[in-house]
């Protein structure tokens, strides 16, 4: 089915009577729309269509929507797989895939879905930890916490998203050492490139997406991508 596309000017205002930060957008007819960021819970740039041949995944009995964008099959919601423990305990190897819920209420996991540490979210692959490397080094796809047939993006493969502009983005915040924070103002999203022993590589949305790196020791969310 057909759907509206939006063309996005990477434009970030700030009102100077109301102090909260506004996205213009500009929609394929020609008119505009201001979208207060602080008020957001999701924002949809672009919409695409279900995969071909794969319009859901059931995976640990909760239904996820496919979207295919470009030559990419993503998951439409954010992964929500594992146990909940609260934020003051700590994720560990232990067999069994935790996650926190965002004040630690698990109606904010069926919304936004888990945060997961780093290590968490590629299951400790090759060794993988939160203060050092994998060993040997990731090659592949690395399927972690993700479906069979599907894996955590690498750094390129969300470099290829970004200049495609295509992704509905839950806005899920993200649980550190100060807490949780910033739910339905920022969304930050796992690869499973290393920047160094102690940070990964990260796709992230608070106005305009782009990406940069995170302490592997934060708990964020995971996107899959179909292998």
Not at 41 to 59: D, H, K, L, M, R
Request: glycine content about 10%; hydrophobic content about 35%; charged content about 15%.
């Amino acid at each position: 089915m057909k759907v509206i596309f939006f063309t996005i000017i990477l434009l970030i205002t700030v009102s100077t009577i109301f102090p909260q930060t506004v996205m213009t957008i500009k929609k394929d007819n020609g008119t505009y729309e201001d979208i207060l960021i602080t008020n957001a819970i999701e924002i949809t740039f672009y919409i695409y269509s279900a995969c071909a041949g794969t319009p859901t995944v059931v995976y640990d009995n909760k239904t996820y929507n496919t979207v295919q964008i470009g030559d990419q099959c993503w998951l439409k919601e954010n992964l929500d797989i594992g146990t909940r423990i609260n934020g003051s305990e700590n994720q560990t190897d232990n067999g069994t895939i935790e996650k926190y819920c965002y004040n630690d209420s698990d109606a904010n996991c069926i919304t936004y879905g888990g945060l997961y540490l780093w290590a968490e979210a590629v299951q400790y692959k090759n060794g993988a930890t939160n203060t050092s490397s994998p060993n040997p080094p990731f090659t592949g796809n690395v399927q972690g916490i993700c479906p069979t047939g599907w894996h955590l993006p690498t750094n390129d493969e969300f470099t290829v998203l970004l200049n495609t502009l295509g992704f509905s983005v839950l806005l899920a915040g993200r649980f550190d050492s100060f807490g949780f924070s910033n739910l339905g103002g920022d969304g930050y999203f796992w690869s499973s490139s290393e920047y160094n022993a102690m940070e990964a590589d990260i796709m992230y949305m608070n106005g305009p997406f782009s990406w940069s790196y995170l302490g592997k020791n934060q708990g964020i969310s995971v996107r899959c991508l179909k292998d």
